[in-house]
């Protein structure tokens, strides 16, 4: 008699519309030679969370009432199909789950749901702007290694040239 593997947890993949497709690649091509599924969360930060289901999915509201998109949050619909279509071509089992509230939080509380074997994120894309964001909100990647235990995998965007100063850092004269 033969014992038989244990299931495979699920890989998650924290996803945004404008994301480079090298963060879903990653997420991927893990979930490929691990054998598992990837599962696709998207979280609306504009959005708080009404109710969760036991599959982590939450139904939720905006916290501006005079938003148009007043229903439960949903996954963006080309997101959605740039995912599908790269997980068929890898072979990949993909499931989505749209969130709500903080994203750190809310993925931390879906891989928690899930039994989640590791968290996949992409880097965010340097400039002012995400140095500015950074500052006051914290990164998604540095919220989640400290505030949760699995690992997170987080997939360079547009890394800076070795010899050139990081977005965080003020160029040398």
């Known amino acids: 008699m033969t014992a038989e593997a244990p299931p495979v947890s699920p890989i998650l993949l924290g996803t945004t519309p404008q994301q480079p497709p090298e963060v879903l690649e990653v997420a991927l ?9 990837l599962v696709c969360a998207q979280v609306d930060p ?9 599959d982590g999915s939450v139904e939720s509201r905006p916290v501006d009432p005079d938003r148009a998109d007043w229903n439960s949050a949903s996954f963006d619909h080309d997101l959605t199909v740039r995912i599908q279509t790269a997980a068929r071509a890898a072979g990949v089992q993909v499931t989505f ?13 879906l891989a928690e749901v899930l039994g989640a074997e590791m968290i996949v994120v992409g880097s965010r894309e340097g400039g002012v702007r995400a140095s ?3 500052f006051f909100n914290g990164s ?7 505030r949760q235990s699995r690992p997170v995998v987080v997939v ?3 890394p800076t040239p070795v010899g050139t100063a990081a977005p965080w850092e003020e160029p040398a004269p």
Request: proline content about 5%; charged content about 20%; aromatic content about 2%.
């Open 156 to 158: 360079p965007v547009n």
């Open 97 to 109: 789950r749209s969130l709500a509230g903080d994203v750190g939080a809310a993925l931390a509380r």
């Open 29 to 37: 091509s893990l979930a490929r030679r691990s054998g598992t599924l």
């Open 132 to 134: 500015m964001h950074d």
């Open 140 to 146: 998604v990647a540095a919220h989640l290694t400290h």
């Open 46 to 54: 504009m959005a708080y969370v009404v109710e969760e289901h036991p």
